[in-house]
């Protein structure tokens, strides 16, 4: 028993290792004068020059206030419609069109990225053809793109959310004679809220992370910050990108850092809630 | 049931399906479509299905993206070298991530949520930009091999990047977390007292392992390693960044006989096939996560 719990254990921290020293080596780097990336220059190092030549790079922050405005609405988008399939799939029971939707929200989420990427820009033209909208490939149809699939992740973390709360406090407003909406609003939502907050995130995540689908749909002019770093990186490692990962971790592991300590307090006060709610039943 | 009145809950369901039979389903069928035109020198370019003679509609299929398709062995060998690497990768993602995987499940109930979130982490960065730190450790003159031309481990750069190796760790590298979620959740439902019992009867823990935990964490195995292989399969990002120029995966095939070739018919060939290949992994993984999420209630 004990050999195989150091096993696994030993296994863990050098996981761990692995997958936390590019990151690191990344962030070192991003201080480094050299310009030869991976070389450390002691002599003139640590410098903040690469964070200088990021912020004063015209292209990089056009793409990513671009990256930022889509990912924000595609986040939203996807929550809204994810929370709506999430609902119908953990809540009504057999209805038809149950398994396409069942189907449709679990494939993209393996689905290579060049075969949606493609399809979806295929669809864009032949729609265009069709209908005359929409003219054009750009900020529009990279939004559609990627609520698609957002959406199915969101829709997931919903799903598994509501499969793991029973609906008997939802039947009881039901029979207290509270219409549907307000069941929806006043019980359903604030039970699944944490799994919204998260699906929102990881929508949000997502959309500004993604290159593969996004090049299929993207236009002149429409270059997302991926876009852009990977037009950078592919012929190369170039330091101001270091700075650029830096910053990204940076806001990352403060976002989910700050959104854990809220999920405690919020599960920690639900507890209390409910034991509250046992003592005053006795 | 009755939770919303049936004109309330059409339409709950029904905006979802719609949005994704018009941006989901119905773009399959129009990449299958074109798989069987031929390319052309227009806007768009490649052949109508349907063409008038005279008054009358004739269907006008091609087959010739599929023929090119069997006639370059760039294609074949390409497929074959994917679902070389993305089964290898699997493999190594299995035999790193279970381990770790059970040692979360294993670990005190109060320090596993925050080893969770380590595991989880990284995939919150970009993934674009995890691939791209490989750059920097796998080069001719990176931190890999300048740390071990240091410790004088070797007298010459090692060729790294470039390699099957380097994609195989990118792979790893970045699905590692879609592995052990799975194989987590699994693991932290067993009941440890048939392993106890066993340990009691004599069973030597290996072959408790053995006989106990590896087939209760079947379904945990599956679900991980398919989460893993089927996006690997058409992965671009990795082998584009990290690759070898000899040899590409299907992926960027794909991706190049569309941006740099412009031939839609045969890029929308590439992707059917790679469709056929995975279509039964895909369904396979649906029902799984089916029965996980369902099995909940």
């Given at each position: 028993m004990k050999s195989r719990g150091l096993f696994s254990r030993t296994a863990l921290v050098l996981g761990l290792i692995f997958l936390y020293v590019p990151i690191l080596s990344m962030i070192v780097f991003s201080f480094n004068n050299s310009r030869l990336v991976t070389v450390w220059d002691a002599a003139h190092s640590p410098t903040l020059k690469w964070y200088v030549a990021l912020f004063s790079n015209e292209q990089i922050l056009r793409a990513a206030w671009l990256s930022m405005r889509i990912a924000l609405i595609s986040a939203s988008g996807a929550v809204v419609l994810g929370t709506l399939a999430g609902m119908a799939l953990a809540r009504f029971g057999a209805f038809r069109g149950r398994m396409l939707l069942a189907g449709m929200t679990t494939a993209p989420i393996v689905m290579p990225e060049v075969i949606t990427g493609l399809s979806l820009l295929l669809l864009f033209v032949a729609m265009a053809q069709l209908i005359g909208w929409p003219r054009g490939v750009g900020a529009v149809t990279i939004t559609l793109a990627h609520i698609t699939f957002c959406m199915a992740y969101v829709t997931v973390v919903v799903q598994s959310r509501l499969a793991g709360f029973d609906q008997s406090l939802e039947e009881a407003a039901m029979d207290l004679g509270a219409r549907p909406l307000g069941v929806f609003l006043r019980i359903t939502l604030p039970l699944i809220l944490p799994a919204i907050a998260s699906g929102w995130l990881l929508a949000f995540t997502l959309s500004w992370d993604?290159?593969?689908?996004?090049?299929?749909?993207?236009?002149?002019?429409?270059?997302?910050?991926?876009?852009?770093?990977?037009?950078?990186?592919?012929?190369g490692v170039t330091p101001d990108v270091n700075a650029l990962a830096t910053i990204m971790v940076l806001l990352v592991a403060t976002g989910i850092a700050l959104s854990t300590v809220w999920m405690r307090r919020a599960q920690r006060r639900r507890e209390r809630d409910l034991q509250l709610a046992a003592a005053t039943n006795l | 049931m009755r939770l919303t009145q049936p004109a309330g809950r059409r339409l709950v369901a029904g905006v979802p399906i719609l949005w994704l039979l018009v941006l989901f389903l119905i773009p399959f069928l129009i990449v299958f479509r074109i798989s069987f035109s031929e390319v052309r020198l227009a806007i768009p370019p490649y052949t109508p299905l349907i063409t008038w003679h005279h008054g009358t509609p004739s269907l006008d299929l091609h087959g010739s993206a599929y023929a090119f398709l069997f006639t370059d062995s760039l294609y074949v060998s390409s497929y074959l070298y994917s679902l070389k690497v993305a089964a290898v990768s699997t493999l190594f993602c299995l035999l790193i991530g279970y381990p770790m995987a059970y040692a979360i499940a294993r670990a005190a109930p109060s320090s596993r949520a925050l080893l969770l979130m380590l595991i989880v982490l990284p995939?919150?960065?970009?993934?674009?930009?995890?691939?791209?730190?490989?750059?920097?450790?796998?080069?001719?003159?990176?931190?890999?091999?300048?740390?071990?031309?240091?410790?004088?481990?070797?007298?010459?750069p090692l060729a790294l990047l470039q390699t099957d190796f380097a994609v195989y760790i990118g792979i790893v590298y970045s699905y590692l977390p879609f592995m052990i979620l799975p194989l987590y959740a699994n693991l932290e439902k067993h009941d440890t007292a048939l392993l106890e019992a066993a340990a009691d009867l004599g069973a030597r823990p290996l072959r408790a392992f053995l006989s106990i935990t590896l087939p209760q964490s079947l379904p945990g195995i599956i679900a991980g390693s398919l989460l893993v292989f089927i996006p690997a399969v058409g992965e671009y990002v990795i082998p584009t960044l990290l690759g070898r120029t000899d040899q590409l995966m299907i992926g960027r095939v794909l991706s190049d006989e569309f941006f740099e070739n412009r031939d839609w018919p045969v890029a929308s060939a590439v992707a059917i096939l790679i469709l056929l290949l995975l279509v039964v992994p895909i369904m396979w993984f649906q029902r799984l996560e089916r029965q996980e999420l369902e099995g909940a209630k």
């Open positions: 993604d290159l593969v689908i996004t090049q299929f749909v993207a236009g002149p002019g429409s270059s997302t910050l991926p876009m852009v770093i990977f037009s950078k990186v592919r012929f | 995939f919150w960065t970009s993934f674009l930009l995890r691939v791209y730190a490989w750059i920097g450790l796998l080069k001719n003159n990176g931190v890999i091999n300048n740390v071990l031309l240091y410790l004088g481990v070797i007298h010459h």
